[in-house]
């Protein structure tokens, strides 16, 4: 059996069995033992019916009839075969010591070092020597006693110190009084060396008295055990100095091997036999021998009641029918002056060379075991070449004064402060050089390795698993023995130093003897740190070896294993240190890699973390590994420091019942520990309360006693921590833990208790409040908590007064109802709340980077939820394309519908049930995501705004959908009159060229003289229709643009004039240039404006510019008329973009909004003319009659054939077909490659923010100044310069558009042909005309193809009556077309193509465009009307933009994140004035931003800066110089360095 089997949390840790069968006794043994419940010893089997039998006594009716006479005699009478057949048939009770003995058995060596600590504990006797019940060998297992240290002290006399000793038992040479019995006895020796021994009559050798006891044990008889009396230094111990007494079980004559290696370790023997058993026999030769064995020797005569005194060294002394305290008098005076003659002292290990003479098996003889020691041992020789305070900086050199110094320098990197001529970043690079100028010294010290760091790699990598163990736990134990003696002493002048302190501040307060004393404390603190050196201190210079490492590119693969091993370690059960509590500093690379390692061998399992808090000294640790049977260390002579964390695992019956796989237990060092220096002790204990805090979901908070001081202090820091989660959104949950508190009169004295501490948390949140700025009154807003339930009152810790006290079995059981209470609070906790290992693995990232800033809420930065949100936006562009796609393919089918007058409106709720099914499969999907997505417990807060935004983007690709259409049929109606126009003349034309066919049919005439007639007739209709035709009067557009400013402008005064003058507006810049007022202070209002600004306005105005220009451009692809309408759009995009693209420097007039609509719209008004014009142009009828000319000359020379051949009909078809098909394919391709885009490109797949840095690699890798300018400046368009790029990059791979081109063809082929035969046979079994197949044909494809009847009314005119005829021609038609159009578009211009794929992708990214107010980075939220601030991953330096120094010309090359964590006082340009971090404060638009300090700025940006220095001082006419210096570490960046950190991202 190994630790790791019981080393779990079952199931009985929530709720105890009321049964206990054979095979849970010993588990429920381990259970009660681990929490130090010394009654686990008395254990015992119960079953149901024994329950149920407990205390019930019967009556026996037959008992009524009994009379008088007969009773007595019946009552005495004991036979009774019933009874005795029960009694029969009832098995034996398992032996209590049974119980323990087979646990020995079964237990490996680690398993029983673990037995017999916590046996050691619970003052229980010891098995030294030890029968192997299957072999018959004997075993004396040292190995076992190796952890136990024993403390003691003797008192020395009256004017000396009494004599303290605190040492492992096996090193303690004492002297041993053995007892040993033979033959039967009434009395018990192991129940007399118990009154010997305790005060409280603690049974520590169990006896025939104890509970449970039987004659039937199995494994007991012939063991030997051990227990030691440690004195307390007070007048009434029953010894004066620390005694072993050793008690073999049965009778010795049946031992001979014990009894002779009894005889030579002991210092006095004691024998227990009837005088009737020595007289005779193998108890005389027994007897005998001891009284010639020079070793003191005392009778204990069990049948006589006294004896005659003896002198000398062997004493008889007579037990029967004597008085307790009389006996144990005067047995305890015989030993002591026994003792005090007998020089003979033994320890364990002088023992183990005695019992391997006496051919006993000594487990540490072992091969592993002797390998692991020697091992060590070696290690050691190594260390002891230095005294304990000069061991660490001589064999740790990364962990010392270098690494306090880095740990200091890394908090200043989030702590910066304004310095003269220094700017904030160049601060910040030179930090960054010192902490790398640190590593450097930490690895020149460290390598090459010295000898005891080299050797104890040496071994962590070549032994086994087991050998490594052993010799971890041996070399453990040599480092605590080797620290314990000289930090007991060092804490002894501690205390009295810091006693004298407070005397001396109660006193005379005399300031230099104060600054004396703490100088001393200082000195004292320091040389405590240093001579404190264990297995803890060694791992965490494994950690500093990987961090130094880390930032090295040429890495030994070899270290990369060092976190494989603390990983290993974990999972055995050490704990892992994971705040490095002398530097005060969480190493995140090397946790980070310990916990990732840590996943590849268990899984990323999910944790369920408990936290501990308090005092130092209050039994933190103690309560752990009670609770829970951990190893936190509590007896090396020193107190826990930092934060350590312990692995736990949950039986897999238990694991699905609590969600959670494992518990972490993270143990802290204690709050206000004196040896911390006064000047930082405040903020350290709130920076590991609010850390651990924020780890754990559960946290316990242990306070000791009733000082009012101590519990305050707590209190405070507690509170605070708790406050600064709710402020950041983690939600963990605390228990209270009050140790020390009697228990008789607890329940009634708690409640007043429990009253107070609610008071007093109260009083501490209002107080916490105003430190934090937050609006709460009371703990319960801070965190849900019931005084009831989540106060516990512990008992105290021991039975009596130590070092012989036993463990409080009342606190045991209090140990055991807080891990019930634990438990179930992780059954209840929330799934979103308990971590996986990598999720925990971030959250000490988030919860330690902020706290290294001075401001904790306002740092907090939760990668978790960072990370999750970017899985939902990547989900979401997936879904809103899906939507979007569906939009664009019902916009051509309804557009299709009205061109082929199928529908002659559309409403909101028609469109909406085209999208019903679309809509629903996404929401099942988004369903789908939210439950079975692996981090659905983070997500789900988002569900219902994820829901709305597909709710909101349907209903505005629905708008958008109906604002189309409805805008076509404006169009449609606004062109109802020339239409009428063209379809008369068009029959017209028809009608003549069908009559004039029919009077020269038969006369054969040659094509040219068919062409004569032809244009004769041509001629005719056209000078007719020139004389007759009457057009529409052109649109009044500047008509309309005056009454719609008129409308929309109705409150600025002298309007009419300002239009009135616009028509002369030419220079933009001038124009506007006096409708702008500069913010400056220090401008006055006719002054010009400086040429940064006009270069803003210019920048600007630009932007507007083109977005009015892509407006119309989209009006005059579509070749759409004018529309009054226009105007209104053209002014709420204006008002849109103005919002977006407004510059801080300069305040937007309500008479510039005017200007500037203006002016563009004027620009429209122009370009509006210019599209009316050619679009009735295009639709004026003779232009029209004259694009149909050759279709009307085809259609007259094939009527004027006897007979209508199908090769000239199928081209006359041909190229009424051949346009549709066209432009139909051209459409569906772009859907199709803008979805193949959209899902194949890297660049387009994801969401906003991977979109910008795909954007920022392709900025890069084409190194272009303007690029970079257009990007800062005008972000919105340098991302439609980049998707047009992509458009472009996939249009240019000629064969795959073709494939697209084609296989569409293909599809419309099918299409036409499945409606050619559909047509035919509706319109053969009706017996319909050529104008019925037509009608059928075109109705089929409705949907399709913008291809009406009215577009083939010249087929009708043909003398075609053979519907069979005209299905083959038109079915060799579209042959003809299909092959045609495969032809012309493996070379077609992909203009149009890529112009409408550019617009769907462009249209999927729709985004915010709001720029920060600092460096104008742009928000990266995939909506503009998101919740929440606006926010973007990485900053850039300020200058980029143009900013500078006050009354300089000097750029500012700081960065926003980390200017929000400093000092640096910020100017806007009205001259208001704000401290960077108080930006919150400012307003808007300020205030609208989250800006996280950080250290995430890109060294991209920094890159960028230097590469284009001179282009960025010539452009800006600024220079970078004096605080906006480049740091000269920007330099050393490269391209290459720039590309790669933005793939990483990628």
């Known amino acids: 059996m190994k630790t790791a089997d019981f080393h779990k949390i079952f199931r009985s840790s929530m709720c105890e069995t009321q049964t206990l069968g054979e095979d849970q006794l010993l588990f429920h043994y381990l259970q009660k033992l681990l929490m130090l419940d010394y009654r686990a010893r008395y254990v015992q089997c119960k079953s149901a019916e024994a329950l149920c039998q407990k205390n019930t006594l019967t009556v026996n009716e037959e008992d009524k009839n009994v009379t008088a006479d007969n009773f007595l005699d019946d009552f005495l009478d004991d036979s009774n075969e019933e009874y005795e057949k029960q009694i029969a048939s009832n098995e034996q009770p398992i032996h209590p010591m049974d119980v323990q ?185 027994v007897l005998q021998k001891l009284l010639n064995s020079p070793t003191p020797l005392i009778c204990l005569l069990a049948d006589k009641e006294y004896t005659p005194p003896k002198r000398g060294s062997k004493l008889k002394i007579g037990l029967k029918d004597r008085n307790e305290a009389d006996l144990v008098h005067e047995v305890s005076t015989a030993l002591q002056s026994l003792l005090i003659s007998s020089n003979q002292r033994h320890s364990l290990n002088k023992c183990a060379s005695i019992a391997r003479c006496q051919g006993f098996i000594v487990d540490m003889d072992k091969e592993q075991c002797k390998q692991g020691r020697d091992e060590a041992e070696v290690l050691l020789t190594l260390l002891k070449e230095k005294n304990v305070s000069a061991m660490k900086a001589e064999f740790l050199p990364l962990q010392g004064d270098l690494w306090h110094m880095w740990s200091i320098k890394d908090k200043e990197l989030t702590r910066l402060k304004r310095k003269n001529n220094v700017s904030i970043e160049q601060q910040r690079s030179d930090i960054e050089s010192q902490k790398q100028t640190i590593r450097n010294k930490q690895l020149e010290k460290a390598f090459p390795l010295n000898d005891f760091m080299r050797s104890f790699l040496h071994i962590l990598h070549s032994n086994a698993q087991c050998s490594k163990l052993y010799f971890l736990q041996w070399f453990k134990m040599f480092l605590d023995e080797l620290s314990s003696e000289t930090l007991s002493s060092l804490y002894q002048q501690y205390h009295n130093v810091w006693s004298d302190l407070k005397v001396e501040k109660q006193k005379d307060k005399n300031k230099c003897v104060i600054q004396k004393i703490e100088a001393n404390l200082e000195q004292l603190s320091t040389k405590i740190n240093m001579s404190t050196f264990g297995l803890e201190h060694i ?122 796989e494992y518990m972490l237990v993270v143990d802290t060092e204690g709050l206000r520990a004196i040896e911390l220096s006064k000047n930082n002790s405040v903020n350290h204990d709130n920076e590991l309360a609010t850390f651990v805090i924020g780890l754990g979901n559960i946290t316990v908070i242990n306070i000791f006693g009733e000082n009012p001081s101590e519990m305050q202090d707590i209190l405070q820091i507690a509170v605070q921590a ?288 068919l062409q004569e007639k032809f244009n004769q007739m041509w001629n005719t209709l056209i000078t007719k229709v020139t004389n007759t035709i009457v057009m529409p009067q052109p649109p009044a557009i500047h008509r309309d643009l005056e009454n719609v400013f008129l409308e929309r402008f109705k409150t600025e005064t002298n309007l009419v004039d300002t239009i009135r003058h616009s028509y002369k507006w030419k220079d933009f810049l001038a124009v506007f240039t006096k409708h702008i007022q500069s913010k400056r202070r220090y401008l006055i209002l006719h002054e010009k404006l400086q040429p940064d600004e006009e270069k803003i306005i210019e920048h600007t105005t630009y932007g507007l510019e083109k977005r009015i220009d892509e407006y119309i451009d989209k009006k005059e692809q579509d070749q759409m008329d004018y529309q009054c309408i226009y105007f209104h759009e053209i002014l709420n995009l204006i008002n849109m973009e103005i919002s977006t693209m407004q510059e801080k420097k300069l305040t937007y007039l309500a008479e510039y909004r005017l200007y500037v609509s203006l002016f563009l719209c004027q620009k429209a008004a122009k370009r509006f003319v210019f599209i009316s014009d050619c679009f009735r142009k295009a639709n004026n009828p003779l232009v029209y009659l004259e694009s149909k000319k050759n279709q009307f000359w085809q259609s007259f020379k094939i009527s ?57 690699k392709s900025l890069a890798e084409k190194e272009s100044f303007q690029d970079y300018i257009k990007y800062i400046k005008d972000p919105k368009s340098a991302v439609e310069v980049f998707i047009k790029e992509r458009v472009h990059k996939t249009c240019s791979e000629k064969a795959k558009i073709s494939d697209i081109l084609k296989i569409n063809v293909d599809l419309f082929r099918q299409l036409i042909s499945k409606a050619i035969d559909k047509s035919t046979a509706e319109v053969t079994d009706k017996q319909g005309d050529v ?54 578009l493996s070379v077609y211009d992909l203009n149009t193509l890529e112009s409408k794929t550019f617009t769907m992708l462009f249209g999927q990214f729709p985004g915010c465009w709001k720029q920060c107010p600092f460096c104008e980075a742009v928000c990266t939220h995939t909506t503009s009307t998101h919740d929440g601030c606006h926010s973007m991953q990485f900053h850039r330096p300020n200058g980029l933009r143009g900013e500078s120094w006050e ?97 990483k991202l990628i």
């Open 722 to 1009: 708790f406050l600064r989660m709710k402020r950041v959104n983690l939600r963990p949950s605390c228990l209270f833990v009050h140790q020390n508190v009697g228990e008789i009169t607890a329940k009634e004295k708690n409640m007043e208790g429990r009253r107070r501490l609610q008071e007093k948390l109260d009083e501490m949140t209002l107080c916490a409040a105003q430190q934090e700025q937050c609006d709460v009154t009371c703990f319960n807003d801070v965190i849900q908590f019931d005084v009831n339930t989540h106060i516990h009152y512990f008992a105290h810790l021991w039975e009596g007064d130590p070092p012989m006290a036993p463990p409080n079995p009342s606190y045991s059981e209090n140990v055991q109802e807080l891990k019930k209470v634990i438990l179930y609070s992780g059954k209840q906790e929330e799934p979103a709340n308990i971590l996986s290992i990598s999720k925990f693995k971030a959250r000490v990232n988030d919860l330690w980077n902020a706290l290294l800033n001075e401001n904790f809420v306002f740092s907090f930065k939760n990668s978790l939820e960072i990370a999750a949100y970017s899985k939902l936006e990547m989900k979401h562009s997936q879904w809103a394309w899906s939507l979007r796609e569906q939009m664009l393919m019902l916009q051509n089918t309804i557009h299709n519908q009205i061109h082929n007058d199928v529908i002659k409106s559309v409403d909101i709720a028609f469109l909406t049930k085209q999208f019903e099914e679309k809509y629903n499969n996404i929401l099942e999907d988004l369903n789908k995501f939210f439950t079975e997505e692996n981090d659905s417990e983070l997500l789900v807060q988002w569900r219902a705004n994820a829901e709305n935004r597909l709710c909101t983007l349907k209903g505005d690709l629905i708008d958008e959908v109906k604002k189309n259409a409805d805008e076509l049929f404006r169009a449609k109606q606004n062109s109802k009159q020339i239409n009428h126009f063209k379809e008369k003349y068009e029959n017209e034309m028809f009608e003549k060229s069908k009559n004039m066919a029919l009077t020269l049919k038969g006369r054969n005439l040659n094509d040219e003289e």
């Open 101 to 285: 003995m087979a646990l020995f058995h079964c237990a490996n060596d680690f398993m029983r070092q673990y037995i017999y600590t916590k046996l050691s504990i619970c003052q229980f006797a010891l098995p030294l020597l030890v029968s192997n019940p299957s072999t018959k060998c004997i075993e004396f297992p040292l190995w076992s006693f190796q952890e136990i240290k024993k403390k003691w002290k003797v008192k020395s006399g009256a004017n000396k110190d009494d004599k303290s000793n605190n040492t492992f038992i096996t090193e303690a040479e004492t002297p041993i009084v053995s007892f040993i019995r033979f033959g039967p006895s009434t009395s018990s020796k192991s129940q007399i060396i118990n009154w010997l021994m305790s005060k409280q009559r603690h049974d520590i050798f169990f006896h025939r008295h104890c509970k449970g006891s039987s004659k039937n044990s199995l494994l007991i008889n012939g063991i030997t055990e051990i227990a030691w009396y440690c004195p307390g230094g007070k007048d009434d111990d029953a010894f004066d100095d620390c005694i072993a007494f050793v008690n073999l079980h049965g009778d010795a004559r049946e031992h001979d091997k014990q009894v002779q290696f009894l005889e030579q370790i002991s210092s006095v023997i004691v024998v227990l036999f009837n005088n009737s058993d020595a007289r005779a026999g193998e108890g005389k030769m």
């Open 1200 to 1256: 004027c054939k006897e007979t209508t051949e199908t090769a000239s009909l199928a081209e006359f078809l041909c190229n009424m077909l051949k346009g549709s098909i066209q432009q139909e394919v051209t459409e569906k391709a772009a859907i199709q490659l803008a979805g193949d885009i959209k899902s194949n490109d890297p660049s387009l797949n994801g969401n906003r923010s991977k979109l910008e840095f795909c954007l920022l």
């Open 1447 to 1543: 009354n300089t010309r000097h750029f500012s090359t700081d960065i926003c994140t980390t200017l929000v964590a400093s000092n640096v006082v910020h100017i806007t340009d009205d001259g208001k004035r704000f401290h960077y971090r108080n930006y919150k404060d400012a307003g808007a638009p300020f205030n609208q931003w989250s800006i996280t300090p950080d250290n995430s700025a890109l060294s991209y940006w920094k890159w960028v800066t230097w590469r284009f220095e001179s282009d960025f001082e010539k452009y800006y006419n600024l220079k970078f110089d004096g605080r906006g210096k480049i740091p000269p570490q920007w330099r050393s960046i490269s391209k290459q360095d720039a590309i790669r950190e933005i793939e």
């Open 539 to 660: 791992l965490r210079e494994l950690g500093q070896i990987y961090e130094a490492l880390e930032t090295f590119p040429e890495k030994g693969k070899r270290f990369f294993t060092l976190p494989k091993i603390a990983a290993h370690l974990m999972v055995s059960g050490y704990p892992v240190e994971l705040m490095d509590g002398d530097a005060a500093h969480v190493p995140l690379k090397w946790i980070g890699a310990v916990l990732e390692e840590l996943i590849k061998i268990l899984g990323d399992k999910k944790l369920y973390v408990l936290s501990v808090l308090g005092i130092q000294s209050t039994g933190k640790s103690t309560l752990l590994n009670a609770m829970f049977g951990l190893q936190f260390a509590v007896s090396a002579g020193r107190c826990t420091r930092g934060a350590f964390m312990q692995l736990i695992k949950v039986d897999e019956e238990l694991k699905h019942e609590l969600n959670f």
């Open 1331 to 1384: 104008k019925s197949w037509l009608e059928r044909f075109c109705q089929e494809l409705k949907n399709d193809m913008k291809l009406s009847a009215s577009d083939l009314k010249s087929v009708q005119y043909q003398n075609i009556s053979d519907i069979g005829f005209l299905k083959e021609a038109m079915t060799k038609a579209l042959q003809i077309v299909v092959q045609s159009l495969k032809e012309e």
